[in-house]
């Protein structure tokens, strides 16, 4: 049997063709997704009373609390370059690298905005979302009640 030449030999990490996998990604939306919808829920369970997707505010909280001056943003982990849980992707890595830094870095900035503002912001991991929401509603507890 002839040995093979490593070059020639091309890894397919994905399943799917790039074109699904830009439909895919493209069909990913911002806001009402699943986990903020379970997070609002476990919130309103608890008796918190507050808006959601505010599209006035810099960043589109997807919680605000106004009189308190809260806001919570739900962040997925590869969205938002999660230290324990993202994954650079093997394809396009110089397109993912500098789209996840640009959200890194917009996440900075929206933070510093609302606490030079007087505002509190909470940013929940998804991961801490579909795992922690008690912690997150007792610290809501602790800071609003």
Request: glycine fraction near 6%; hydrophobic fraction near 35%.
């Amino acid at each position: 049997m002839p040995a093979q030449n490593t070059s020639q030999i091309k890894k397919r990490t994905d399943i799917y063709s790039r074109k699904k996998r830009s439909e895919i990604m493209g069909s990913v939306r911002g806001r009402g997704t699943l986990l903020e919808l379970n997070f609002a829920k476990a919130l309103r369970k608890a008796g918190f009373r507050f808006s959601c997707n505010v599209k006035r505010l810099p960043g589109k909280p997807d919680i605000v609390f106004r009189k308190e001056k809260i806001v919570i943003f739900v962040d997925g982990c590869f969205w938002h370059g999660c230290k324990k849980h993202f994954k650079l992707p093997q394809t396009n890595q110089w397109f993912w690298e500098e789209k996840i830094g640009k959200n890194v870095l917009r996440d900075r900035h929206i933070n510093k905005f609302y606490n030079d503002m007087g505002w509190m912001v909470k940013r929940v991991w998804e991961h801490d979302a579909k795992k922690k929401i008690k912690s997150t509603v007792n610290f809501l507890n602790d800071n609003i009640k």
